[in-house]
């Protein structure tokens, strides 16, 4: 089958692989379309160590191609979303309530990190029952397929801000501002906490996001967010060796701002709630896709998105079915 793989650190490019076999509680899907993500460039440009031909991507919906003979929930045929992240659900950090970090930190993202990716005709899934979703039939493929990582992700950022009931919150991101935000601030224009700290009457917000991964809009969260306050990091901190606190800024310690960190929660029951969402019509995250692409075109398509050409935010891969 076809596949598109981190050959090694900087280059990327097409390769020939087997098919995958599930093992007895596993699925194979056949995918149809897919998103590319920052994180599939921050992991070509070497964010996690080097890696050789392993297959990129994961966020991906497709249909069930074939089952372990364990897998009560879905059969051959079905359209599935699966979440970017596909913890072990047997693992004590998942019983603990943290299974995006089952196994070892961060491990329950395993798709283009430690096997292969959904950048494939077809891909491989651990524990089916427990991390595929079927799509409702009202739900178009290319609005579900942002329950994987982005509308997971996005709301995990509001989630563990602690947002208080009229409270006020700033999210530091290179996102699109028409989901809601009420002002928004241009960094290349004007000083970013200044603007904050004006729009809130000098009192800061009570929740922050950071959901960029930069370490100077890390600080800036800390800056703006009130004493009390709590910043959430959705970020992917792809460089440096270090992301610094301001001193001051967090009252040298005491001021009793809280910083909260998580990694895209996965799970069947999480990929349902989302599509929910989707379904009763309450957010509509397809005027993200800014670019389509046929799975043909992935070199161009990622050379766009890892380059941010032409306003992309996000290329939806199409697969031939
Ligand atoms: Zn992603």
Redesign the pocket.
């Known amino acids: 089958m076809k596949t598109f793989v981190m050959k090694g650190i900087g280059q990327v490019g097409f390769a020939e692989k087997p098919m995958p076999r599930p093992g007895p509680m596993d699925a194979i899907i056949r995918t149809t379309m897919a998103?590319i993500?920052?994180?599939?460039s921050h992991t070509v440009r070497g964010a996690i160590g080097p890696r050789e031909n392993l297959t990129l991507g994961?966020?991906a919906v497709g249909v069930v191609h074939e089952v372990g003979p364990e897998v009560r929930g879905f059969k051959a045929g079905e359209r599935i979303v699966v979440g970017?992240i596909t913890p072990d659900w047997g693992d004590p950090a998942s019983q603990g309530g943290h299974s995006s970090q089952s196994g070892q930190a961060l491990g329950g993202w395993k798709f283009a990190n430690i096997k292969d990716g959904v950048f494939a005709e077809y891909f491989h899934v651990n524990d089916a029952d427990a991390n595929l979703a079927h799509i409702p039939r009202k739900v178009p493929d290319e609005a579900a397929v942002y329950c994987?990582?982005?509308l997971s992700?996005g709301l995990m950022a509001a989630e563990n801000a602690d947002i208080p009931i009229g409270g006020a919150v700033a999210v530091f991101a290179l996102g699109p501002s028409k989901f809601g935000a009420d002002a928004t601030v241009d960094f290349s224009r004007q000083d970013a906490v200044a603007a904050v700290m004006q729009l809130t009457a000098g009192a800061g917000v009570d929740s922050s996001i950071e959901a960029l991964g930069g370490d100077l809009t890390f600080q800036n969260a800390i800056k703006v967010t009130k004493p009390g306050g709590t910043i959430s990091n959705a970020g992917y901190h792809g460089e440096g060796e270090f992301v610094h606190i301001p001193r001051l800024d967090w009252g040298v310690g005491m001021a009793e701002k809280t910083i909260r960190t998580g990694l895209?929660p996965g799970g069947r029951l999480r990929m349902e709630r989302l599509l929910r969402l989707l379904e009763a019509g309450r957010v509509d995250p397809t005027p993200l896709t800014t670019h389509r692409f046929r799975f043909d075109e992935m070199p161009k398509a990622f050379e766009t998105m890892d380059k941010k050409l032409d306003g992309i935010i996000k290329p939806l891969i199409l697969f031939s079915s």
């Open positions: 998103l993500c920052t994180s599939d994961h966020e970017a994987a990582d982005m992700t895209c």
